[in-house]
């Protein structure tokens, strides 16, 4: 996903992926991005984060040129339906995200192999 332009008030993008359903377990997402994102954030979303809940406990706050990560553990199984993209106001967005999700077994990570749709 690349994203480009200055932002005059804060904005937030909800892209839809279809068909991402977590198993109980352990999983790591690690989120790139390449240019300038400082302030930006980033995560996996069910709904809205008033509504919903985002993978881990809070969205990634992006750094330039840089990989951030985290983890989270769930004993249920947990759909996520949006990538969460938020820019701050006044924030000249040229930047490109690139997201990889790993399930974590007892010392072994293995790539998710999903398919995200853009509607």
């Known amino acids: 996903m690349s994203f480009e332009g200055t932002s005059s008030q804060e904005t937030t993008f909800f892209i839809p992926i279809e068909g991402l359903k977590l198993d109980a377990g ?23 984060l008033a509504f919903g809940y985002c993978f881990g406990e ?35 967005a040229d930047f490109s995200l690139y997201l990889k999700l790993s399930e974590v077994k007892k010392n072994e990570i293995s790539i998710i192999t ?6």
Not at 30 to 45: A, Q
Not at 74 to 82: A, C, L
Not at 114 to 119: D, G, S, W
């Open 114 to 119: 999903c398919t995200l749709c853009l509607k």
């Open 26 to 48: 352990n999983y790591r997402l690690d989120v790139y991005s390449s240019g300038m994102t400082v302030g930006c954030e980033c995560s996996l979303i069910n709904d809205s």
């Open 58 to 92: 809070n969205p990634l706050n992006l750094l330039v040129n840089s990989t951030v990560s985290t983890t989270a553990n769930y004993s249920t199984f947990k759909p996520f339906n949006y990538i969460y993209v938020n820019i701050p106001r006044g924030f000249e």
